[in-house]
């Protein structure tokens, strides 16, 4: 099956500093995500982003479906920024997102 | 976006007990639906896929008998853990999707299940 593979593991970041995360795919994919998971463990939908790229506020992300990555920019970091980030994709009609082992953020004051 | 609700968020049972758990498209139709199972600090392993009016698919490696799956309507699927032991203690979390193909997932909010 598919593989997916996010980097850096950890990261720490002083409050206001940017970060890029990246997420590598072993395949083709019709359907990438990313997720914010908080403190209690809610996962919630930042972007849907199969190609092209998006932006939210201070977050953006680009998927360059070609070359089977996608980066996650987090700007002007605040605390409420830190959990894990997941990246999840699938390659093939209604079938179940695969995700990556994350990518755990902390931001400090 | 779409709302997926799960019920219970958190729930501790003894052990050789079953639990219930809830997972409902408040908003819209799912004919599929899937359950994730997470331990503490590793990523989302899927368990199984539910899919409305049929049997749910399992991954290998998960017990078909012990963590029962009905999805009786197209908003509804539940996963009932029996006989639960500790080793079952873990975070389970089901997703869904609007129908149709490549659209967005969204997930419950997760139930913490620690049996005891």
């Known amino acids: 099956g598919i593989q997916v593979e996010q980097s850096p593991p950890d990261l720490i970041l002083q409050e206001g500093a940017n970060s890029t995360l990246r997420c590598n795919f072993s395949d083709s994919v019709n359907n990438l995500q990313w997720f914010h998971q908080n403190p209690w463990g809610q996962l919630i939908n930042l972007f849907y982003i199969p190609s092209g790229t998006k932006q939210n506020g201070r977050l953006s992300a680009t998927t360059v479906a070609t070359e089977r990555y996608s980066l996650l920019y987090i700007s002007s970091s605040q605390t409420t920024d830190s959990g894990v980030y997941f990246c999840?994709?699938?390659?093939?009609?209604?079938?179940?997102?695969?995700f990556g082992k994350g990518t755990r953020l902390s931001v400090i004051a | 976006g779409a709302v997926v609700s799960q019920h219970p968020s958190w729930v501790i049972c003894k052990s050789g007990t079953s639990v219930k758990i809830e997972c409902r498209s408040l908003d819209f139709q799912a004919t599929t639906m899937f359950w994730y199972r997470q331990f503490p600090k590793q990523s989302l392993m899927l368990m199984a896929t539910s899919n409305e009016g049929s049997k749910a698919t399992y991954e290998q490696g998960v017990e078909k008998d012990k963590f029962l799956i009905n999805h009786a309507s197209l908003t509804l699927s539940t996963l009932t853990v029996t006989s639960a032991h500790p080793e079952d203690s873990s975070f389970y979390i089901c997703?869904?999707?609007?129908?149709?193909?490549?659209?967005?997932?969204?997930f419950g909010q997760g139930t913490r299940l620690t049996v005891v």
């Open positions: 999840a994709v699938t390659n093939s009609g209604n079938t179940p997102l695969v």
């Open positions: 997703s869904a999707r609007v129908s149709g193909l490549y659209t967005e997932a969204f």
